[in-house]
C-alpha cells in the first residue's frame, strides 16, 4: 500500500527527533546549558556585589528629629542607611565594635559625627546636606519665615529635561531580554542547522539514504528532516528559556513580572521557526553536495558567516541602540531578521505592522528556498565521491 506525501514526512521526521533527542550530544548539550544558567545565576546572587550601599547610623536624643531626612536623604542617594536611637556611651562602643558605621551626637545643627577610622563619603554627604538642611531652617525661622513651606518649594524645584534625539530611557530588564533573546535564537539556529546539516552528510555516508530514497521522493526525505528538527530545535530552545526564567525568578535576578515574558518567548519561537525552516533548508542542500563529515565545514562555511553578521550586530549593537538605522534595516531582511526583530520586539521598539511586514518577507521567500534546496538535494544526495557542485547538482536535476 502506497503511503501518502505527508505520511512519509512524517515518518522520517519522527525517525530524526527520536534520533536527536536521545543522542549523547543532545543530552550533555541541554545539560551543560542549564548547569551554565543556573550556575551563573547562583553566582550572580551570591558573589555579585549588592547594587545599594548598607549603612548603620546612631543618633542621639537631641538629633533624633532628623532620623528620618537621613535616611529620605541616603534613599536618595541610592544608600540603604538604617538609623537608630541610641545614647552617646552606647552609640561609641557599637561604633568601636563595629555595630554601627557611624555616630550622630548634638546639638543641632552643630553636630558631631563620630567614626571608628573615617566618615564614609556617600555617608558625609548625607549627614552634610541634613545638617546643612538644618541650618537653613533655623535661619528661616529667626528671619519670620516658615521652613516647611519653604523646603516644599524647594523640593518642587527641577530642571526641564528636553532631549534632542529624542531618545527613551531603556528599561534594564528590557535590555536584559533582548540580549538573551538574541543569543538564544543564534544557539538554536546554528545548533540546529549544524544538525541537519551533519544528519544528511551521515546518512550519505553511510547509504542508508539510498534505501531510503527506494520508499519516497527525495524533497520528502530533506522535508521530514528539517520538520523533524524543528521539533528538535523548539524543545532545546523551551529547555533554555525555561532554565534561564526559572533561574531569575528563583534568585530574584530580574523582575520578571514587568516583562510580557510570555510575549517575547512566543516571538523567540516564531522567529525561530521562520529562521530555522530558511536556514536548514539552505544547509541541508548544501550538505548533500559532500559525501565526508570532514567536508562538511566547507560548504556550510558561508552560511554560517551570513548568521554571525546579524548575531554580531544583534547583540553589540541593537539592544542598546534598537533604533539605528542599521538595526532597522537589518530587522527587514530575510536570514538577518531572525536574529534582529526579536531584540526589537523584548525593547518595546517595533510595532506590529513592523513586526507582521518582516515575518511577511521571511515568508515569501520560503517556497523559493524550497524549491531550490530541493533541487539542489535532489541532484546530489546519491552522488557520493569527490565534492558535487552547485552547478553539477542543478543540472542533474533537470
Known amino acids: ?154 523640593a518642587g524645584a527641577e530642571p526641564q529635561v528636553t532631549s534632542l534625539d529624542g531618545g527613551e530611557e531603556r528599561d534594564p530588564a528590557q535590555i536584559i531580554a533582548g540580549f538573551v533573546s538574541g543569543i538564544l535564537i543564534f544557539i538554536a539556529l546554528m545548533g540546529g542547522g549544524q544538525r541537519v546539516a551533519q544528519g544528511v552528510v551521515e546518512e550519505k555516508a553511510s547509504r542508508v539514504v539510498e534505501l531510503l530514497l527506494a520508499t519516497m521522493r527525495p524533497w520528502q526525505l530533506m522535508a521530514g528532516k528539517v520538520l523533524g528538527n524543528i521539533v528538535v530545535g523548539v524543545l532545546e530552545v523551551g529547555i533554555i528559556a525555561a532554565a534561564a526564567v526559572g533561574t531569575a525568578w528563583g534568585f530574584e535576578l530580574l523582575d520578571t513580572s514587568s516583562l510580557a515574558v510570555g510575549t517575547v518567548a512566543l516571538w523567540v519561537l516564531v522567529w525561530f521557526l521562520v529562521g530555522f525552516v530558511m536556514y536548514a533548508l539552505v544547509l541541508a542542500s548544501l550538505a548533500a553536495l559532500v559525501s565526508r563529515q570532514e567536508d562538511v565545514g566547507s560548504v556550510i562555511s558561508p552560511v554560517i558567516g551570513i548568521m554571525m553578521v546579524p548575531y554580531i550586530i544583534g547583540v553589540s549593537i541593537a539592544p542598546w541602540d534598537p533604533e539605528s538605522t542599521l538595526v532597522e534595516t537589518l530587522s527587514y531582511i530575510p536570514f538577518c531578521s531572525p536574529f534582529i526583530m526579536p531584540i526589537r520586539i523584548a525593547l518595546g521598539t517595533a510595532t506590529m505592522p513592523e513586526v507582521l511586514l518582516s515575518i511577511g518577507l521571511s515568508v515569501v521567500l520560503i517556497p523559493l528556498l524550497i524549491w531550490l534546496a530541493g533541487r539542489i538535494y535532489s541532484g546530489a544526495i546519491l552522488r557520493t565521491g569527490a565534492r558535487v557542485s552547485l552547478r553539477q547538482a542543478l543540472k542533474a536535476d533537470t
Do not use: C
Open 1 to 154: 500500500m502506497k503511503q501518502s506525501a505527508w505520511s512519509m514526512i512524517a515518518l522520517v521526521a519522527s525517525r530524526e527527533i527520536r534520533t536527536r533527542i536521545y543522542s549523547k550530544v543532545f543530552v550533555l548539550t541541554s545539560g551543560l546549558f542549564i548547569v551554565a544558567i543556573v550556575g551563573g545565576g547562583a553566582f550572580f546572587h551570591f558573589f555579585a556585589p549588592d547594587g545599594q550601599n548598607e549603612q548603620t547610623v546612631g543618633v542621639t536624643s537631641e538629633v533624633t528629629p532628623l532620623a528620618l531626612t537621613i535616611e529620605a536623604v541616603g534613599d536618595g542617594l541610592g544608600t540603604d542607611i538604617t538609623v537608630s536611637e541610641v545614647d552617646r556611651e552606647q552609640g561609641e562602643k557599637q561604633v568601636s565594635d563595629g555595630d554601627l558605621d557611624a555616630l550622630v551626637d548634638g546639638p543641632l545643627p552643630n553636630v558631631e559625627v563620630v567614626v571608628e577610622d573615617e566618615l564614609d563619603g556617600t555617608l558625609r554627604t548625607v549627614i552634610t546636606t541634613v545638617v546643612q538642611q538644618e541650618a537653613l531652617g533655623e535661619q528661616i525661622s529667626d528671619l519670620g519665615g516658615d521652613p516647611a513651606a519653604v523646603a516644599q518649594q524647594v
